[in-house]
């Protein structure tokens, strides 16, 4: 009976010891599986800051372009606006005149389909 209590106390140690060390082994598993993650979300992360660049520096030369192109698009308007008011201011005494000259010089005349009634 020595030999039995005995064999099963051997047993009971051994699953002990198996369960322990299957504990172990699920948590360098777990410590494995976090550290991979976390070393993919470096990667990711690193991944994401490189296409970020990369994309800025697309769209600063995109931009700097239409940056240049709208400026000369200022540039030309503020040229022929200041072109139209000095023609404007050109002729503004001529057109004055002439529209004074119309409006002063009336010379007083009957229709020609007014009928003259006695």
Sequence with gaps: MASQTQGIQQLLQAEK???EKVA???????????????EAQAEIEQYRLEREREFQHKQQAALGSQGNLSAEVEAQTRKKLQAMQGGQARGKDRVLRQLLTHV??????LHANYRFAI
């Design 17 to 19: 010891r198996a369960a």
């Design 24 to 38: 172990e082994a699920r948590k360098r598993k777990a410590r494995r599986l976090k550290q991979a993650k976390e």
């Design 104 to 109: 002063w010089d009336v010379q007083p005349q």
